[in-house]
């Protein structure tokens, strides 16, 4: 199947230009969206807060591992650099 695509002309002081007629393919695209989210299998509330917990905690692992290691080269650092 063809479209045919609809142009109007809008006129400006610039001289005027031509503007697709996209409204109603947006508004299309919001009607195929919230169809296509009744498909979707959301997860429950027991899944989203043990998920959240374990991003979180996960989160805080990194950091103090990462901080561990920052503290170690950093003292590495001072000992062999800065020393007298």
Do not use: C
Not at 24 to 49: A, C, M, N
Request: proline letters at 2%; glycine letters at 6%.
């Amino acid at each position: 199947m063809v479209r045919i695509r609809y142009y109007r002309r809008i006129d400006s002081p610039s001289g005027g230009f031509l503007v697709r007629e996209t409204m109603g393919r947006f508004t299309q695209y919001l009607r195929d969206t919230k169809g296509e989210l009744k498909h979707v299998s959301w997860p429950t509330q027991k899944q989203v807060l043990v998920f959240t917990v374990l991003v979180i905690a996960i989160s805080i692992a990194v950091s103090l591992y990462l901080g561990l290691f920052d503290f170690i080269f950093t003292t590495a650092i001072d000992f062999f650099f800065f020393s007298n």
